[in-house]
């Protein structure tokens, strides 16, 4: 079946470094994607998305890549911050499907380490 | 900005009792989703719903049931609560062409 998944499920760094999240998809006609993050306790929070006319966008510290060729998704964060610790999780929809209903990925838990 | 509200953030029920986990939205959303969220299994559908009085299966709707009499409202059921439901509970909206708002959460513990 089609699935949505994650290169690494931990992410370790330093504050100040940048951060690199990844994330495989297996739909190849999936044309809409998301980020989200998720801090312990709440729900998960939208971060930036991005449709498949695109390769690039980016939002405030963060930039969305998406390589359509090798179905690969990326979240950069810049600058990472301590408040930026959180579970982040990749979710992707395909607009001839149902309702708009996503397909999520299982997370990556990211540490910063002051 | 997005708001998705949801009745509860912390619930403790009795094995057998009927829950009710109320979801409201303010952005006039058509879609309305209810998942649960747990380690190691990540975000699964519960139901959802795409207009008033209509609703749809997800992934997990045994043991659950749902009502959205009005657009802004949507409401998870379960009919008689068990233990394997202790779970977190998040309630999403959406339009037509936009991403999922989610709720802060219901965390729901069945003894």
């Known amino acids: 079946g089609e699935s949505v998944g994650l290169h690494l499920p931990t992410l370790s760094v330093q504050e100040g470094d940048n951060s690199i999240i990844n994330c495989a998809y297996s739909n190849s006609a999936s044309d809409y994607f998301i980020w989200y993050k998720q801090e312990s306790g709440k729900g998960p929070q939208f971060i930036i998305d991005?449709?498949?006319?695109?390769d690039k966008r980016q939002g405030q510290r963060v930039t969305v890549l998406l390589n359509k060729t090798v179905k690969h998704l990326s979240l950069q964060i810049a600058a990472t911050q301590p408040g930026d610790s959180a579970v982040y999780f990749c979710?992707?929809?395909?607009?001839?499907?149902?309702?708009?209903?996503?397909?999520f990925g299982k997370g990556t838990l990211l540490t910063v380490n002051p | 900005d997005v708001k998705v509200t949801q009745s509860s953030r912390y619930l403790v029920k009795r094995t057998g009792e009927k829950v009710f986990l109320e979801c409201v939205q303010d952005m006039d959303h058509e879609n309305m989703f209810w998942y649960r969220q747990d380690p190691g299994l990540g975000l699964r559908l519960i139901y959802f719903?795409?207009?008033?009085?209509?609703?749809e299966k997800g992934d997990i709707p045994e043991g659950y049931s749902v009502s959205r009499e009005k657009k802004e409202r949507f409401s998870l059921i379960l009919e008689s609560a068990s233990t394997n439901q202790t779970s977190m509970y998040l309630c999403?909206?959406?339009?037509?062409?936009?991403?999922?708002?989610f709720g802060p959460g219901t965390r729901l513990t069945v003894l």
């Open positions: 979710a992707e929809n395909w607009s001839g499907g149902s309702n708009y209903k996503l397909t």
């Open positions: 991005i449709r498949s006319n695109m």
């Open positions: 999403a909206s959406s339009s037509s062409t936009d991403t999922q708002y």
């Open positions: 719903s795409y207009d008033v009085k209509m609703k």
